[in-house]
């Protein structure tokens, strides 16, 4: 059944979306977290966007249940008041903070709107009114991050509402694709992004929320796939906290009732990442802040002397990465193609998975060389005639699994533990190999169907490496024919600059 899509964003619209991200959040939270190399990579973004959102949807779902449970009674108003109210109040890190204001954005629209709701032609301003509440809860935007790819979807929702009898269908699905687009680019945008070889990962959670804006359009609140979403974000289990590490480096995340640009200095003074955002309380405003900061001692007793702070987490951030030249090598070395666009692709996409690269003989043998110890060669589907040669020549002690594809190789990679041996850590990446079935694929129109035919064998993970031809737009559309065709399966995709197909996909 072809669904009219809607005029303007009711609350039970507001309500399909929150829900709709949460699950996307959540769904694509590994490959966030696996993003997040700026500004520091501690692999939790995709876990705080998911965290803040899961208390943006637990707020409404109390003020529902304050109603007699009554969902979708509510007017987009009041939705948007309380998906703010709860992600301000339960923001997790930076980037939970920048949603927060995105919600608020959204919360002060509907408020402004004459109706109470949001069409074509609020959706612009939402959006513009987003980048604007962005910009000032951070001390030190940067582009090439979430900031960029807010203001690309601003943009080009304006540039489509500006087009005669423009539908709100239009102008989000324009500010999807200009996100998509400017995410592409924020590689190039910053050097930890670039050396990674990977695109931002707050912006990679924006580009998740709108998808789940367009999806949420196309589906009637209230029928069975709206419900399958509801499912899915209230089942899945809670987000956990990010790691801990030895250094004293902390995250403070506090609220705050006292002069905003006093604690803003005062926690520019003490740390980074400074963030401050208004809670939005019509009595008593206060204000929300996140810092990054190795002196929290001082920073506690000084905070607590300028106002009133309640509460106060604290979590112990991981250990700085130290410059590259001192970096243990990695003995878990990628064969890779060298000389081209394919080998460059895949040579940061392996290191920013943890691998050596050897994309010659010479890099092959130096990457044992540094390791200094046992080597795990993965093939990744590359020639391997002369590797034993080249591999006996530096007398290491070395095992080679045979991953078959660049996604085995990847597979392989997941399972790697730092702290096993050698021999069992290449009999786990072996067991993981002989677990995915892969394919290569030529050809933009093939990826889901190929896709499909993996799955129909069985599964539940699906990995999806994609080239330039494809590119990120060509990809949404892959992802969302496959989250409503397999909504179990957990699916992940990555760009390879240079990729020589289309796609390579793998299914475990």
Excluded at 210 to 236: F, H, N, R, Y
Excluded at 251 to 261: A, I, K, N, S, Y
Excluded at 329 to 343: E, N, Q, R, T, Y
Excluded at 396 to 415: I, P
């Amino acid at each position: 059944m072809t669904v009219r899509t809607p005029d303007t964003l009711t609350g039970d619209y507001l309500d399909a979306w929150a829900t709709a991200s949460l699950a996307g959040l959540r769904r694509h939270r590994a490959e966030i977290n696996r993003l997040n190399v700026f500004p520091i990579p501690d692999s939790d973004t995709g876990t705080n966007m998911a965290a803040t959102m899961e208390s943006a949807v637990t707020r409404l779902r109390e003020v529902q249940g304050e109603a007699q449970g009554e969902t979708g009674a509510h007017a987009a108003v009041e939705v948007a008041a309380a998906l703010a109210a709860g992600a301000v109040a339960g923001a997790r890190g930076n980037s939970g903070m920048v949603l927060s204001q995105i919600l608020r954005a959204v919360a002060d629209t509907a408020a402004l709107s004459a109706t109470g709701e949001l069409s074509a032609r609020t959706v612009p301003v939402m959006l513009a009114r987003a980048g604007e509440l962005v910009l000032d809860a951070l001390s030190d935007p940067v582009e090439g991050t979430i900031v960029t790819v807010l203001r690309a979807a601003a943009e080009g929702a304006r540039d489509a509402g500006a087009a005669d009898r423009a539908s709100l269908s239009d102008v989000v699905t324009a500010a999807r694709d200009a996100a998509v687009a400017a995410l592409a680019q924020t590689t190039g945008q910053l050097a930890a992004l670039s050396d990674a070889g990977v695109v931002d990962a707050g912006g990679r959670g924006l580009v998740v929320i709108l998808q789940s804006l367009v999806d949420a359009l196309e589906t009637e609140p209230g029928s069975a796939d709206s419900a399958d979403a509801a499912d899915s974000a209230d089942s899945a289990d809670a987000v956990d906290s990010h790691g801990s590490g030895a250094d004293p480096h902390l995250e403070l995340v506090f609220g705050f009732h006292g002069d905003p640009g006093e604690l803003r200095a005062l926690l520019e003074r003490f740390g980074d990442s400074v963030v401050v955002v208004s809670d939005g309380a019509a009595d008593a405003p206060g204000s929300h802040a996140h810092v990054h900061t190795s002196r929290s001692g001082e920073l506690i007793e000084q905070v607590f002397a300028l106002g009133d702070v309640h509460d106060l987490r604290i979590e112990v951030l991981p250990e700085r990465p130290e410059p590259k030249d001192a970096a243990p090598a990695s003995p878990v070395i990628a064969l890779v193609p060298g000389g081209d666009a394919a080998g460059d692709g895949l040579a940061a996409l392996f290191r920013a998975s943890g691998a050596a690269v050897g994309d010659s003989p010479a890099a092959l043998t130096a990457a044992v060389d540094a390791a200094g110890g046992p080597v795990i060669v993965l093939t990744n589907g590359q020639d391997t005639t002369g590797l034993f040669a080249v591999l006996d020549n530096t007398g290491a002690a070395v095992t080679v699994v045979d991953t078959g594809s660049v996604v085995g190789g990847l597979a392989a990679l997941a399972v790697y533990s730092p702290t096993s041996d050698i021999e069992d850590n290449a009999e786990d990446m072996a067991d993981a190999v002989h677990g995915q079935r892969w394919a290569d694929v030529t050809g933009d129109d093939r990826v889901v169907d190929v896709v499909g035919e993996l799955l129909a064998e069985g599964g539940e993970l699906v990995t999806v490496l994609y080239g330039d031809g494809l590119g990120d737009a060509g990809m949404a559309g892959v992802e969302a024919q496959i989250a409503a065709s397999h909504p179990d399966a957990e699916f992940h995709a990555v760009h390879v600059p240079g990729l020589t197909v289309t796609a390579q996909v793998g299914v475990e």
